[in-house]
């Protein structure tokens, strides 16, 4: 039993730290995409609005070098356009869509 005591607390640790959003630059998230797919991540950037050949809208974080990732819902990001804001969701690259974050928070950067 003494040795589970000193274990349970590191298996404990580990698993949480797994779940921990990481924070990466948005040109880190350009330059090296697929070690961060599928990742929970934090990160930063202006709200920029883009228009697709079908008339409709998205939403991108864009960095002063002009990386770019695409943030949804809309509807969560649509309020901060302009801004620059931090968000943290799970980073995506999808064939023919590029790269992506599914928002789970965004909060103005000067909050932080």
């Known amino acids: 039993m003494p040795v589970m005591r000193r274990v349970l607390p590191l298996i404990l ?4 730290a797994g779940c921990a959003p990481q924070r990466v630059a948005l040109d880190q998230l350009a330059t090296h995409q697929e070690a961060f797919a599928g990742q929970r ?4 950037g202006m709200v920029v609005r ?4 079908d008339g409709g809208v998205y939403y991108v974080l ?3 070098r002009h990386d770019r990732v695409a943030v949804v819902p809309a509807a969560l990001v649509a ?3 302009g801004e620059r804001v ?3 969701g799970t980073f995506a690259v999808v064939a023919g869509e590029g ?3 599914r928002v789970e928070t965004i909060a103005s950067a000067s909050d932080g």
């Not at 640790?13 to 949480?16: G, M, T």
């Not at 991540?41 to 930063?44: E, G, I, N």
């Not at 883009?50 to 050949?53: E, I, L, M, S, V």
């Open 62 to 64: 864009e960095d002063d």
């Open 86 to 88: 931090v968000v943290t």
């Open 50 to 53: 883009f228009a697709d050949p």
């Open 41 to 44: 991540v934090t990160t930063d």
């Open 13 to 16: 640790a580990a698993l949480l």
């Open 99 to 101: 790269r992506t974050i």
């Open 79 to 81: 309020p901060h356009l």
